[in-house]
């Protein structure tokens, strides 16, 4: 059992003015099937403490995997040391706390009972599933990462949070080779919170169609077109562009999108929201400065 | 990390219910990252990176499990949870471990963490500078300095204990100009395992920081490049990224091994010009890639991959040689103790050619000249790639006429080696980090200029204008 209280106590003596700490345990669980036969096991537990504080007007930041008895020493010394050198202008502060947050329990209590044998199964079946959706497929890869996360957030003002996750992954890729000896490949994958939730027969489908839909296709001559987007391709798209709307990049004028709040900067056709709070795998209730988090409209 | 008492227990526990082999991996890495945005000290993180892998094979299975946890009541759980995996009789039983040693190279006299922290800050904000003053421009600035200290043990049940420590550093530099609604950003890195001095004495950051701040602001007045099939003559160093990712991967074992890769079962068969020659090289001494032992204990080798247009050798590590019945070459590497081993490069690179750039380009009648590339993706089972040229120029009549935008290199790995038709003498290394299944690591790329006689260039600027 780890006393954080240490580390605040040392923080105050060495008169740092706030301490913020992040503590991550993570569990993770995953198999690989190569052409139905299980190829890669693997699992693994790792911890990992980060520290940032307020000393001498400037926020240091350090972390460590290792904890023992020098932990506490080793995280305090870096962020002082490191604290001094800084010589940037922005006001630093460490976020006291939100008034009230939004929280959920979206821990999968089925994904964390199913035994290593149940899921390993259901993957063989599926995996089994897309071999078996064409003639045309040769090889077939299946992996399967489950991840287990326990995340704190504590700091010097009393806060303390903390949010326990779970969700597992399916990837699947797949070769196919016709009569003309032309290869093709393709992947899918899914994040899921319970192995029942596979639907392998759609699963082995949408993988073949995406595959085999390539054979027979031709060079696109360069041109201005008429495009639709696929609901994926719009959010790759959507996705790189918006890479313009965080606040470092805008703030430092490296955004296309700088100084253009409340302007048009899109067809007005498109809303973008950002939600937090939507229930999946990678719902938490407070960001990693521990503010609660919200829904927004961003355009 | 542990001792030798200990790792024989551990190995032992980990092959009671049938594994073939096991094998221990500890490590212990303090990295640190300097960061100066807009001439000022940003950010200084401090990472203490500690954990141990442990990895059993059993026939063509693997099974791989990792921990933080270095105590002996730690890693005992770990190798029984691992041997869980396997329902057999013990095949091995492990007596002795006997330390295998090896020549120290790749390592600084003194340890980038004894270097005063505050020289460092001056090379970066020197280079900032440069960038900021070459041109007004230019609006946004970052210069970094990281670097790793790594301490290695590995035990395994061949009976061999090896250490090892790796020592690297990397400044990298980003100039972001932008003008009328366009931003164009770049960015250039150099990276080592040399003493500290190397970065501050021997590489002109600041020569660096100039071409880079240049680099972005001249693309802000580059023409829409034009769009079909045409020659495109491919710059040194970075250009090498292309062969890195579209046919590079290709040759390493872990698709290789299940014939996942274009160039299965191609060993001693045609797969490029003859003219073209390329190698990986770990044995490079002070190189990014390079290393004195791989991430599985073998010794680091220059393997050469193609010979005159002749594949000639895949890069293979000791789980996939058993796939494959080929000896292993020194290639498994994996970024950390999280990640399983597997084949990757190291420093890879095509062999200079006869050609001068100045006549590669001279002899191009029409076509694009790709400077400096960006970022792309490739199907390894078909190599198909698609890649991003950042900077790039039309070549007409034997000149480089001007700048042009948005060019994108589309073509397949195995074709565009059979169309280079010319290869300079001018190769450069430069470095970068490569990401794969075990994780990111630190890998040179290079080649000499190079000149594709045909391949498919997108762009906006309208179809080509053949001449």
């Known amino acids: 059992m780890v006393k954080y209280s240490k580390f605040f106590k040392r923080a105050k003596e060495e008169n740092f003015e706030a301490l913020e700490l992040i503590v991550k345990k993570t569990d993770r669980f995953s198999f690989s099937f190569f052409n139905n036969e299980i190829d890669s096991y693997k699992m693994s537990n790792s911890f990992v403490i980060s520290a940032r504080g307020i000393y001498n007007g400037k926020m240091g930041t350090a972390e460590s995997e290792k904890l023992d008895k020098n932990t506490v020493d080793y995280l305090i010394n870096r962020i002082k040391e490191n604290a001094l050198l800084l010589d940037s202008e922005d006001k630093t502060f460490i976020f006291e706390g939100s008034k009230s947050y939004k929280k959920k329990n979206v821990f999968n209590k089925k994904l964390a009972i199913a035994t290593a044998e149940e899921k390993v199964k259901a993957i063989k079946k599926l995996d089994r599933a897309v071999r078996s959706s064409s003639e045309l497929i040769k090889d077939v890869s299946t992996q399967y990462n489950e991840e287990t996360q326990d995340y704190t957030i504590l700091n010097s003002y009393g806060l303390k949070l903390r949010s326990k996750t779970n969700y597992a992954h399916v990837y699947t890729s797949a070769t196919a080779v016709d009569q003309k000896n032309e290869t093709k490949a393709a992947f899918i994958h899914r994040f899921i919170s319970d192995i029942a939730d596979l639907d392998e027969k759609r699963y082995a489908q949408e993988i073949a169609e995406k595959t085999i839909a390539q054979f027979g296709s031709a060079p696109c001559a360069s041109g201005r077109y008429r495009c639709v987007f696929s609901p994926e391709a719009t959010g790759s798209l959507l996705a790189a562009w918006l890479s313009n709307i965080s606040a470092e990049q805008v703030q430092k004028k490296s955004s296309l999108l700088a100084d253009k709040l409340q302007q048009k900067v899109c067809s007005n056709k498109i809303t973008v929201t950002e939600e937090p709070l939507r229930k999946n795998p990678f719902f938490r209730y407070f960001d990693d400065e521990g503010v609660a988090a919200y829904n927004k409209v961003l355009i | ?467």
């Open chain 2, 1 to 467: 990390m542990i001792l030798k008492k200990l790792a024989i227990e551990i190995l032992n526990i980990a092959t009671e219910t049938g594994a073939d082999f096991a094998e221990i991996y500890l490590e212990e890495d303090s990295h640190a990252t300097i960061s100066v945005d807009n001439g000022k000290v940003e950010t200084i993180h401090d990472v203490l990176s500690y954990g141990a892998g442990i990895r059993l094979f059993n026939g063509l299975q693997s099974v791989y499990g990792y921990t933080n946890d270095l105590t002996s009541k730690g890693l005992k759980k770990l190798a029984r949870d691992l041997a869980v995996s396997f329902s057999e009789t013990r095949k091995i039983e492990v007596k002795t471990i006997k330390k295998v040693r090896q020549k120290k190279k790749n390592q600084p006299k003194i340890p980038y963490e004894s270097y005063p922290r505050e020289k460092i800050v001056e090379m970066l904000k020197e280079a900032s500078k440069v960038m900021k003053n070459y041109d007004e421009s230019v609006v946004r600035t970052t210069a970094n300095f990281a670097y790793s200290n790594k301490k290695v043990e590995i035990y395994n049940t061949d009976g061999r204990h090896l250490t090892d420590y790796r020592s690297r550093g990397i400044a990298s530099l980003l100039a972001v100009a932008a003008k009328e609604g366009k931003i164009e950003t770049f960015r250039t890195a150099k990276g080592a395992q040399k003493e500290m001095e190397y970065f501050i004495k021997e590489t002109d950051l600041n020569l660096e920081a100039k071409q880079v701040a240049a680099s972005a602001v001249t693309m802000l007045s580059a023409k829409d490049c034009p769009s079909g099939k045409m020659p495109v003559v491919i710059g040194n160093g970075f250009g090498g990224v292309i062969f890195h990712e579209a046919c590079g991967h290709s040759l390493e074992a872990t698709s290789v091994s299940k014939g996942l890769s274009v160039f299965s079962g191609k060993k001693g068969e045609r797969i490029a010009s003859s003219i073209v020659s390329a190698v990986d090289d770990g044995t490079i001494e002070g190189a990014w890639g390079s290393g004195n032992i791989d991430d599985e204990g073998n010794k680091t080798r220059r393997n050469l991959l193609i010979k005159d247009g002749i594949l000639n050798s895949y890069l293979i590590d000791d789980f996939n040689s058993r796939r494959m019945n080929e000896k292993s070459n020194g290639a498994s590497r994996r970024q950390s103790y999280r990640f399983e081993p597997t084949s990757r490069m190291s420093n890879t690179f095509i062999l200079p050619g006869k050609s001068t750039p100045e006549e590669i380009i001279a002899s191009t009648r029409y076509g694009i000249y790709a400077k400096n590339m960006g970022g792309g993706s490739v199907t390894p089972a078909t190599g198909e790639f698609n890649f991003a040229v950042n900077e790039a120029y039309l070549i007409k009549d034997g000149k480089i006429i001007h700048p042009v935008r948005g060019a994108t290199l589309i073509g397949s790995g195995k074709e565009v080696l059979l169309h280079v038709d010319m290869v300079g003498n001018d190769l450069r290394r430069e470095q970068g980090t490569c990401g794969s299944k075990s994780g990111y690591i630190p890998a040179d790329v290079g080649q000499p200029t190079i000149r594709i006689s045909e391949i498919t260039v997108g762009g906006t600027g309208g179809k080509v204008k053949n001449g």
